[in-house]
Each structure stands twice: as structure tokens, then as C-alpha cells.
């Protein structure tokens, strides 16, 4: 069974290709990850997805339902998180709910045990009461979650969940997501710029750059498909020579460079080091660190895009300065 389905969707503003023909499918049941750097169209995507924006061309349907044409069942199938903090930090945990319970129709009965439900699902269950400018940043986003899931959404958008918390309270969050997918079944399709939690969290991802689809797969097979071991050895000079050399090698699958860094795609990485080491000296190429890892999801990201995810979003900064220039800002 489908829960979203999208064909060629392509958002353009003012001219800017934001969506460029993007294509994909989410299972019923599934987690699935939107990784991409700043600026690359996740919550373009999300806001399309959930009838907030409307694409300029392009089919989808979520739960079932044309995005166009059915707009009301598409918005009551789904629960949403936005990327910006949206409560209401005067009000307690629970009014918070029940203002948006209320919006959807709930009665009064239905909308107290829910609420109840809701909270034990993100422990928040004691914060109820408590103003949500107490809260910390940590349980804000967990009430927002129980927000978003308030009405038994069958899809949930989550955008950057974590965006901004610490590395504990990341983990956290990341045992709700899970929790909410497995135990309850809800569809997630979350967005993240992060590596580590797309890899963690999604049974499938789509990597996502300059309103793109680089690249789709489990975080697993993307990883697989690069292959091996990969050896980075960051260098002085010139390394050409040594480069080209490299690459006529049989175990050697593929070299890349990347500023000081030469990054080579090996099978049995820690065999190979020694060898890889006297070739620099024999090539006048003085190796200053050597490092062996497998495949992280960053280095598929390096090998589709030849830019590591912070590069890109330093650049996307930069387009965003150049254009406020232009506009005399
Ligand atoms: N309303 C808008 N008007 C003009 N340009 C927009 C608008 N919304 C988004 N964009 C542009 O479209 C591109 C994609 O933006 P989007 O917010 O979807 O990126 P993102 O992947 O969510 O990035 P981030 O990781 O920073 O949240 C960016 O270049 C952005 O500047
Ligand atoms: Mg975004």
C-alpha cells in the first residue's frame, strides 16, 4: 500500500526552481527520510505535500487523496511539525492541545483522553499543567509531536525534528519517531539535514540537493553501494601524479579529491594502507594523516554531489547574500 506517491512535482518561485521534477513513493508504514543540505527543497516538499503550497506542476497524493483536488481529506489524514517552533508559549502543555483538537472537530470526551494519550506517548504526561515558556527545548518539540498526532493522523511530516537540540536530547526525540512508527504504524516522512539521523531513524531515504533526487535507497544499500573501505589520506602539494597512479590499481575502485583530501574507494581497506603509503613517497607526495573507515551516508553524499553536505550549505548562504545584495539590502 502507497501512504504518498509523487510524479515530476516541480515548485518554482519567481523562476527559481525550488522542486526540479522530483519522484518518489512512501510505503504505508514506512519512515522516510529527507536528507539534503540548507536550501536543497525538503520543507519546499513538505509544504507542498501537505496542501500549504501549491506545486507548478507535478502529481501527488497522500493517504489516497489528490493533493489538487482533495484537499480537506489530504489535511485530515495528516499530522505536521513545522521546521519553525509554532506554539503558543503562554499557554500550558495541554491548552496547546486542546486549541488544536478543538480546530479538528473533536468533542469533549474524545478530546480529554486523547490529550491524556498523547502526552504519555511523549512522557509529558506530569507537564501538562506547566506553561510552555518553561518547557525546554527538548520537551517543546516532543508536545509539538503530540500536537501533530493529536487527530490520529495517518501520515506524519515531521520537518527537522531535531533541529538545534543537543546531541541527548536528539536521541531522545529519535526513540519517539521510532516508537510513533513501529508500535503505532503512523507513516513518518521527516526531513533532516543531519547524517547520523537519517541513517539511524529512516528505513528509506532520498538524498535531496538543489530541489533534486541525487540519490534513493535504504541508508544501508546507499552505503553498499560505494563499496568497501574508504581510505582518505589528506596530502601536501601537488597529488596528481600520485592520484593517477592510484587509480590504475585493480583494488582500487575509485579516487577522489577533495581539497588536501584524497578520498579512495578500496576493497579491504586495511590491507591496502601500506602500499598506499609507499606510492606517496615514491610520488614525492607527503601524506599528513591517514584514515580508514566504511561508508557513512556523508561520503555517498561527497560521492554524488563531490561536495561534502556543510560546503553546499555554505554555498546556498552565500546565493542568499548575493541576492539580498542585489536587491540593496
Ligand atoms: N516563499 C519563497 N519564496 C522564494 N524562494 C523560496 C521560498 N521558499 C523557499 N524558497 C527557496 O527555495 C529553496 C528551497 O527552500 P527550502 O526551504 O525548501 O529548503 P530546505 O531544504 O528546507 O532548507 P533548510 O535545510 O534550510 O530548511 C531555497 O533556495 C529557498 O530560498
Ligand atoms: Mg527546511
Redesign the pocket.
Known amino acids: 500500500m502507497v501512504a504518498i506517491k509523487v510524479e515530476n512535482l516541480v515548485k518554482k ?1 519567481n523562476g ?1 526552481v ?1 522542486i526540479d521534477y522530483i519522484s518518489f513513493e512512501v510505503k504505508k508504514g514506512e519512515l522516510f527520510g529527507l536528507l ?9 516538499t513538505i509544504n507542498i505535500l501537505s496542501t500549504l503550497l501549491k506545486q507548478t506542476s507535478g502529481y501527488a497524493e497522500v493517504a489516497g487523496y489528490d493533493i489538487s483536488k482533495d484537499k480537506n481529506n489530504v489535511r485530515k489524514s495528516i499530522g505536521i511539525v513545522f ?1 519553525e517552533p509554532a506554539l503558543d508559549n503562554k499557554l500550558t502543555g495541554k491548552e496547546n492541545l486542546e486549541f488544536h483538537a478543538m480546530m479538528y472537530g473533536m468533542g469533549k470526551e474524545e478530546r480529554r483522553r486523547r490529550i491524556k494519550e498523547v502526552l504519555e506517548l511523549v512522557e509529558l504526561r506530569d507537564k501538562g499543567d506547566v506553561l510552555v515558556e518553561n518547557y525546554s527545548g527538548g520537551m517543546k518539540r516532543r508536545l509539538e509531536i503530540a500536537r501533530g498526532l493529536i487527530h490520529r493522523p495517518k501520515v506524519l511530516f515531521l520537518d ?1 525534528p531535531t533541529l538545534g537540540l543537543d546531541a541527548q536530547t536528539r536521541r531522545h526525540i529519535w526513540e519517539y519517531i521510532k516508537k510513533l512508527n513501529k508500535e503505532e504504524g503512523v507513516t513518518i516522512i521527516l ?1 533532516t ?1 543531519y547524517m547520523e539521523e537519517a541513517d539511524f531513524l529512516c528505513d528509506r531515504i532520498a538524498i535531496i540537493d538543489h530541489g533534486k533526487i541525487i540519490a534513493m535507497d535504504t541508508p544501508e544499500r546507499l552505503k553498499d553501494k560505494l563499496g568497501g573501505d574508504i581510505i582518505t589520506f589528506e596530502v601536501e602539494k601537488d597529488s596528481d601524479k600520485f592520484m593517477n597512479e592510484i587509480n590504475k590499481l585493480d583494488f582500487v575502485k575509485s579516487v577522489k579529491k577533495h581539497n588536501s583530501k584524497l578520498t579512495i574507494m578500496v576493497e579491504q581497506g586495511e590491507k591496502r594502507i601500506p602500499e598506499l603509503i609507499d606510492m606517496a613517497q615514491k610520488n614525492g607526495v607527503k601524506v599528513k594523516s591517514v584514515s580508514l573507515h566504511k561508508p557513512s551516508l556523508e561520503d555517498v553524499f561527497l560521492h554524488f554531489t563531490g561536495k561534502t553536505i556543510r560546503e553546499q550549505e555554505a554555498g ?1 548562504k552565500e546565493r ?1 547574500r548575493k541576492s539580498m545584495r542585489r536587491f540593496g539590502r
Open positions: 518561485f527559481f525550488a539534503g543540505p540548507n536550501g536543497a527543497g525538503k520543507t519546499t521546521q527537522e526531513t539535514h546556498q542568499v
